[in-house]
């Protein structure tokens, strides 16, 4: 979604400005823009439909040249479509005043009508100007001032940057259901959507909270309450570095983050097993919660939903502990049964999506107890859940969760592992499972090394328009989650079923120009899905099969069959994750795409 940065400070170059700018592109976005003071205080502005590459060759002279103060935003559209007019910032009447925003004013129309009956002129179709010429109404001198009374009139959704000609020195921002972070260092103070432009100038960071309003100038900032109190705020140590959000020599960030799996995996698990043992520090305080809750209901979007899937599967096979997994943009509309006995576990890499955090908060007012299970440290879903475990995976830039999905499954592995022998004591069963994922980094770096296989295999199948993927019991998730990755990065229309429901319908859709991926491991439902398979390669579609090592029965029926190393049947999720994720990153490549930037999507979904 949009992602917004703001720089006030000594020697500022508009070049350093975008480049901090273009840290944030893997959020999604539709078009760019950036506004800042000159040497006179004269408010200059850019906006440019398409990529922040093509805002660059716009301001090529312009790009070494330095300013005290700049706000730039990358928009994707909600209100009014994407062209140059519609892009950020949004300037007021008087030229002065420009705003750069993220989120979704819910009143701007009835705000808009005022605004025009009191004389202003809007040129724009975007919810966001209404901002620019309601702090313009308020102004009266004093920008901090003039924002907090504005915010206040706003309904919605905000995260923005505000400079004015009038006051050179200072950026004021404000929070409100979209994530804001601000920190500095000697020469400059920013403000960013996320941490990601920061790590070159700052690791330490302050996330705002809603109802939160800062006022940065160079080397320092200070923030206040909406009644104009200071608070007093502590920063947060972000460990990540600068090179892990680069390509680092990959073509593209998604294939330089499925090779990363197995030092993300190795992170996840590092020093959660002790002695063939689970141990989660963060939450010790939680044991007896976790002792006493009565039901588990799972909380996520996408990916992360799958990964919700299979720690369902895998708690409820081990266990008698009932597991219901929703995604939250349904869950957060239901009639919720969550009280003080409900534990509540929301996954989500970024810890910003909207329809996590909506159900997260719901449930908290039913007095529901939320660990979240997150990748990003300091994320509001962090912070607004009773626990956090974080699956330390490091920045994701490719807009398709990959190493986050696998540290997910990795650390709910072990989270229920974890909740189980809490409730039951450890059964010995356990130490093979712990035995077996202490080995998963080592396994997945063997598989990670047959890459080729999965493009030469993509090489055939990429110019199909459509495939189903399969699979029973724990193979079901993977099966949504290698769907989802082929329709996201190659726009096939991939769907996934339960491989015994296709003869309650989609069968009707198989014939020869309608592969199916099966997901068929050497587990006790092999038999069961090789009859499912065995129906779809009657009504001749071409199979291509995920299997068991040297499963050579699979190889009779199937077209293709790509074989993963054999492991304890409740861990193939896991080790088949990254030949889903190669196989639609490959087929993506192919057909001449851009993986890491899919149409139409947005790394963090921070709208409902
Ligand atoms: O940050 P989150 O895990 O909450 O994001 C949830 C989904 O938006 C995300 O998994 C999305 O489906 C990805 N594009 C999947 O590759």
Redesign the pocket.
């Known amino acids: 979604m949009c992602g917004i940065v703001g720089m006030v400070g000594a020697d500022v170059k508009i070049g350093e400005v975008l480049d901090a700018l273009k840290k944030l592109e893997y959020r999604g976005y539709d078009s760019a823009g950036i506004a800042y003071l000159s040497a006179h205080n004269t408010l200059n502005y850019h906006k440019k439909k398409g990529r922040i590459d093509e805002l660059l060759d716009l301001m090529q002279e312009t790009l070494k040249e330095k300013t005290q103060v700049a706000i730039a935003h990358t928009r994707w559209a909600t209100h009014g479509e994407p062209n140059d007019v519609n892009a950020h910032p949004h300037i007021d009447c008087t030229n002065k005043i420009a705003v750069v925003h993220n989120g979704i004013i819910e009143n701007y129309s009835d705000l808009r009508e005022r605004l025009i009956a009191r004389g202003h002129v809007f040129v724009s179709e975007t919810d966001t100007e209404v901002i620019a010429h309601l702090i313009e109404d308020n102004y009266r001198g004093d920008l901090l001032e003039a924002v907090r009374r504005s915010i206040v009139q706003l309904d919605g959704a905000y995260a923005v940057g505000v400079i004015h000609a009038d006051e050179p020195r200072r950026i004021v921002v404000a929070r409100k259901g979209s994530p804001l972070v601000i920190g500095k260092n000697e020469r400059v103070s920013m403000l960013a959507s996320d941490v990601t432009p920061l790590l070159s100038y700052t690791r330490n960071v302050i996330f705002l909270e809603d109802g939160e309003l800062a006022v940065l100038e160079k080397g320092r900032y200070r923030i206040f309450d909406l009644q104009g109190n200071d608070v007093v705020k502590t920063t947060v140590h972000i460990d990540w570095k600068e090179a892990d959000a680069e390509k680092g020599g990959y073509k593209h960030y998604m294939l330089k983050e499925i090779m990363e799996e197995p030092e993300a995996l190795r992170k996840a698990l590092a020093d959660r097993i002790k002695e063939d043992r689970v141990y989660f520090e963060e939450l010790e305080k939680f044991k007896k919660t976790l002792r006493e809750v009565n039901r588990i209901m799972v909380v996520?979007?996408?990916?992360?939903?799958h990964a919700g899937l299979v720690f369902k599967y895998f708690v409820e096979w081990l266990s008698d502990l009932d597991v219901e997994v929703d995604v939250a943009s349904e869950f957060r509309y239901r009639n919720l049964h969550v009280n003080e006995r409900t534990l509540i576990l929301a996954?989500?890499?970024?810890?910003?999506?909207a329809d996590?955090l909506q159900g997260v908060r719901l449930a908290k007012r039913k007095e529901g107890k939320v660990i979240a299970v997150c990748n990003v440290v300091g994320s509001t879903l962090t912070r607004e859940s009773d626990a956090a475990v974080y699956i330390r995976s490091g920045p994701e830039i490719g807009?398709?969760?990959t190493k986050?999905y696998t540290s997910q499954l990795a650390v709910l592995y072990l989270l229920g592992l974890y909740i189980i022998s809490e409730r039951y004591g450890w059964n010995k069963e356990f130490g093979e499972l712990i035995y077996q994922m202490r080995n998963m980094p080592e396994v997945i770096e063997g598989t990670l090394a047959h890459s080729n296989q999965l493009r030469e295999v993509a090489t055939r199948y990429k110019d199909y328009l459509h495939f189903m993927y399969i699979g029973r019991g724990m193979s079901v998730p993977t099966a949504m989650e290698g769907a989802?990755?082929l329709k996201?990065i190659s726009y096939i229309n991939a769907t996934a079923y339960q491989a015994g429901e296709l003869k309650h319908g989609p069968i009707a859709l198989l014939d020869e120009q309608f592969p199916v991926f099966a997901i068929i491991p050497r587990d006790r439902l092999f038999y069961k899905t090789k009859s499912n398979v065995i129906e779809a390669v009657a009504r001749n579609a071409p199979v291509i099969s995920l299997a068991t090592e040297r499963d050579e029965e699979v190889g009779e029926f199937s077209k293709d069959v790509i074989y993963v190393p054999k492991v304890n049947d409740l861990l193939y999720p896991l080790v088949m994750a990254p030949y889903i994720q190669l196989f639609a990153y490959h087929v993506s490549d192919l057909k001449g795409l851009d993986p890491d930037k899919p149409r139409n999507?947005a790394?963090?979904?921070t709208v409902e």
């Open positions: 996520a979007c996408g990916t992360s939903y996954i989500s890499q970024s810890g910003e999506t996590t807009v398709a969760a986050t989802l990755k996201e999507l790394k963090s979904v």
